[in-house]
Each structure stands twice: as structure tokens, then as C-alpha cells.
């Protein structure tokens, strides 16, 4: 039964239509929301044994379900409550001449534990997508899966130093691609960690102190 990939589809009109009808409503004050990056956010990734074994069987090879693999965040926070895309990808992975690598996108939702403290704990999740990539050979072209995916928990321990944050993370991302010669839904469930470094953008009210100064 391919119950993940029925209620996906909802999560993610859920997570497009609830922001905008909150705006809408005029639930909370623009001029307090901060923007912010995470330019730097990387490490280890592993995957389960059901994906490597898929990316085995095609090419032949024997790869590692552990690599490394870097990631990108834009978004926004309220308060304690915060919203962005986080665009993951990782560092090729070569065998003689096969090839395979990922890379997605996830509309995470996370919140801050504790209010207004410069050591914080940041628990989030969210829906997504994945585009997983393989080559057999040198003379085969590069065969492509979307597949479904759902951030199911990501922890982060964060000290913030002013507009400034560093941050260890820790990640469970369930994944699962239909491929034409596979006889069922692949699971390519992954595992984050690493470290990550944010910027952290001033309020419309932060910035009109910061004139008057």
C-alpha cells in the first residue's frame, strides 16, 4: 500500500494554502517577521539499505550508502516559529564509469524552543521532493526518478550571536521513488547531520531603531 505518496500531495497544498490564509486574516504583524540564509549547512548523509542496493543492481558497483553533501536555506521567522526552503544536494558519487548523485528541495516548519535565549533548540519538518540520478556506463544515458519526500524531524542546537548563528544539525528525511524496472515503491529513506551557519536578517521595527540611532 503506498499510503506516503497519497498523503503527500495533501501535506504539501497544505503547507501552499495555510500561510497565505493566515496573511489574509491578518493574524500576525508583518513588521515583525525576519528573513534569513543558512549558506553554509553540510555533512553526512546516509541512506537505507533498499536505495544502495537499487543503485547496486543498476550499475553493477558497489556504493556506499554513506557520502557526504552539502545543503542551502532561505526563509523567514515569527517569533518563535519559522518557515523555509532547504535545498540539499551532495558531491557526485563515481564508480569506474558509473555515476549516481540527489538532490531536493523541502518546505521545512520549525520552532524555537525558547524564547529569546542565545542558546536555542530548533525543531522542524516538512514536505518535499527529490530528483534521484543514475548512469550505467559511459554510453548509457543519465536515468532520472522524482520521488516524494518528508523531512519527518530535524533537530538543531543553536547559539546565536547577534544577527549571527552556528548550529549542529541531525535530520531523518523519508523518501520513496518509483522507478520503471522496480517491481514496488523504492525506500530511500536518508539521515542528515552536520553543521550549519545562519544570517539572520532585522524586522522592519529593528531596523526603524536602528535610524533613529
Known sequence: MRFFSKILPIALVAALLVPAAFANEGIYDRDLVRGFISPIKGGFRSMESDGVKFINMQTGKS????????????GAEYHQLRTWFDVDFM?????SDTEWFAYGITWMWGYKLFPKQPVNLIISAGPGIELMNIRRSEQDRLESSFGLA????????RLQLGQFSVGLYYSYKVVRHDWDNWSRELSSDKQFAGIKLSWTMLNNYQKKENDLK
Not at 557520502?67 to 542551502?72: L, N
Not at 518528508?150 to 542546537?157: G, K, N, V
Open 150 to 157: 518528508l523531512t519527518a524531524i530535524e533537530i538543531e542546537p
Open 63 to 74: 556504493y556506499s550508502q554513506d557520502y557526504w553533501g552539502g545543503q542551502f536555506e532561505i
Open 91 to 95: 558531491i557526485t558519487e563515481e564508480r
